[in-house]
């Protein structure tokens, strides 16, 4: 127990430049505290208590802003950083090392009782505001860009931007420490100015074939008027 408390606290330190002291980790950190309410209500949950593991829960939601639903299962290394707004629904399963940022949804697309939050692996970050819908997987060291929606699977190794969400893979980079890229959203591709990018190469591709079409129309008119002649004038 006290190995898992001082892990939790270590990773901390190693996601946040801010932390400073281990009081100021202990008392400071909202998504610290969310964790050990969920450890604590989850507890509960798989031991059938499941109204004491709600009432943990919401107890948890009112004093960090973090609602995390006991019956989620969260691997080692999990990190919510600001934490305001997260929601993690029943049916989501987290990796291990994965980080949340403020206002990032992991939520369901159906009412039915069955599987129907996404899976998150292990060293992924999930970027301010994000939502993730359904019963679907992110793949391991994935990260996924600030307000992105995101509503269908996402491989390993990927980046992930826009509404809906648009995987961007990251060409052979295989990024097996993400202590010191987590915070790194400024480096995500922006997919507005890359699909304008995109439009005006064809545009200037279409442009040049529409005069070189012109010239072959013109010096075909200029031959039919003139009638052919030879090399020699003839």
């Known amino acids: 127990m006290f190995e898992t408390l001082r892990r939790d606290i270590q990773v901390v330190f190693d996601r946040d430049p801010a932390a400073r002291s281990i009081w100021e980790v202990l008392t400071?950190?909202?998504?610290?505290?969310?964790?050990?309410?969920?450890?604590?209500?989850?507890?509960?949950?798989?031991?059938?208590?499941?109204?004491?593991?709600?009432?943990?829960?919401?107890?948890?939601?009112?004093?960090?802003?973090?609602?995390?639903?006991p019956g989620a299962r969260i691997g080692r290394g999990f990190f919510v950083d600001h934490g305001m707004?997260?929601?993690?629904?029943?049916?989501?399963?987290?990796?291990?090392n994965v980080t949340?940022?403020?206002?990032?949804?992991?939520?369901?697309?159906?009412w039915k009782r069955e599987?129907?939050?996404?899976?998150?692996?292990?060293?992924?970050?999930?970027?301010?505001?994000?939502?993730?819908?359904?019963?679907?997987?992110?793949?391991?060291?994935?990260?996924?860009?600030?307000?992105?929606?995101?509503?269908?699977?996402?491989p390993p190794h990927s980046v992930v931007v826009g509404v809906p969400g648009r995987v961007r893979k990251r060409a052979g980079e295989l990024v097996e420490d993400t202590r010191h890229e987590d915070l790194q959203h400024n480096l995500l591709h922006d997919t507005t100015l890359e699909l304008v990018q995109q439009a005006m190469v064809r545009l200037t591709a279409l442009e040049r074939q529409v005069a070189l079409d012109n010239a072959q129309y013109e010096a075909q008119k200029e031959v039919e008027v003139n009638g052919y002649q030879g090399p020699w004038g003839i």
């Open 100 to 110: 949340l940022y403020h206002g990032v949804t992991l939520g369901g697309v159906s």
């Open 28 to 69: 400071c950190y909202p998504g610290l505290h969310a964790l050990w309410f969920y450890r604590l209500a989850h507890w509960f949950w798989v031991h059938r208590l499941h109204l004491l593991g709600r009432l943990t829960s919401h107890l948890a939601r009112l004093l960090t802003g973090i609602e995390i639903h």
């Open 115 to 154: 599987k129907r939050h996404p899976t998150i692996r292990d060293h992924v970050v999930v970027g301010a505001g994000a939502k993730v819908l359904g019963p679907i997987e992110v793949g391991e060291y994935s990260r996924i860009g600030a307000n992105s929606v995101v509503v269908k699977d996402v």
């Open 85 to 96: 707004g997260v929601v993690v629904g029943e049916t989501a399963e987290i990796g291990d």
